[in-house]
């Protein structure tokens, strides 16, 4: 990838002041609402994001455990998915939009093409014949605050593939989410950081957002909470 | 409520092996499914927790607020609340049960009977004619994992009134969410707590948590929200 002097991005003022020098590659990026047919790239998604985290061995998650859970409920009032999709010309007007969400669309000015080398694994099933490629995804779900007396978004997962990242794209889903939050009138969106991740901390800072330092996460799972049970057979 | 000596507690042991030294107050508690019927006393219990918690300040739920926004979903799929009865009378079977849950019950031996300066504010609905308050509840709903691929719950709120601690019945309110996880083939259940509360953590840990020590919550709410609310206007 090393490369001569990069091009000045393709800003509107290049239509105005013609620039001779080459102006860049655009990706179009949509985020779009996921649904059943996107199992398959999910998992694969899911598990490059285990393996980014060295957390492999806790990987337990089949495409079958995926279908069985996620996409049973209407998007926003469980489990919801957005995907992010990019591809080398701009989306068409999904017909029809869905009631609560209608997908986003950007364009990124970049200085060199995106050499992604996952092309085929990552294709979607919803390209409608464009070069539509599959590049991240969010998991978010409602939850409540007692004291608000309202419901708001918990982000589980915000993931984008090694090759699209630095670009936008984790902030253009992030922001999907606290968009919808803010159209649906809830309270807040919460999600949770590695206290080391000092960069991931500084970005979500950035967005707006607060860490809160004194609150621990307590979790009952395998045998412990198998043990529960038998409790109340 | 200064009394004579008070009577033995209904045991089986009572029957066979009679102990003529007092031996206290039993008193009979109940974890059932929370109706709609229920939110005037729920307020006032997330209210009472605000006030435990010093966060008076952060509290704006109102019972129109928890109305239109609890009890919108069959239990379990959505924000689900257990409510915690006691009665000095044993609770009958509940007719009809629910298809999912089945109400837990339990006695407590108590040493001194317990004295509720609330019990004009704090009496069921579902009383029956039995002399029942409401002493807790514990507010929950699904989460998802996506390294197991599966869901969990997440409890936002654990609370049992001021008279009624120390005795169990936190144990048994958190008891049943894992119990009914378990039930339901979920993979965690999940909360938060303040890295300075040790009597709560030594509590969580000693039924089987553990503590997650190096992730830190992110929250975006308030004003910096809002702002994504033009973003895609």
């Given at each position: 990838m090393a490369a001569a002097a990069p091009p000045p991005p393709p800003t509107p003022a290049a239509i105005t002041l013609p620039d001779p020098t080459p102006t860049g590659q655009p990706v179009f990026a949509r985020v779009r609402l996921g649904t059943a047919s996107d199992v398959p790239h999910i998992h694969k998604l899911i598990h490059q994001m285990a393996v980014f985290e060295r957390l492999t061995h806790l990987f337990s998650a089949t495409e079958a455990s995926l279908s069985s859970t996620l996409f049973t409920s209407p998007p926003f009032q469980s489990f919801t998915i957005f995907i992010l999709e990019v591809s080398p010309n701009p989306f068409p007007p999904t017909i029809p939009p869905h009631p609560l969400f209608s997908p986003i669309t950007q364009?990124?000015?970049?200085?060199?093409?995106?050499?992604d080398p996952e092309k085929e694994a990552f294709r979607s099933h919803n390209s409608g014949g464009l070069d539509v490629l599959i590049a991240g995804f969010v998991l978010f779900f409602p939850n409540f605050s007692t004291f608000l007396g309202k419901p708001g978004f918990y982000v589980e997962d915000l993931f984008v593939r090694d090759c699209y990242r630095r670009k936008g794209f984790g902030k253009m889903l992030l922001s999907a989410v606290a968009a919808q939050a803010v159209k649906m009138g809830y309270g807040r969106v919460e999600w949770v950081v590695l206290d080391w991740n000092v960069n991931a901390i500084k970005f979500y800072e950035e967005m707006g957002a607060k860490v809160l330092q004194e609150w621990r996460i307590c979790r009952l799972t395998g045998e412990a909470l198998q043990a529960y049970g038998n409790a109340h057979n």
């Open positions: 364009m990124v000015p970049l200085d060199l093409p995106i050499d």
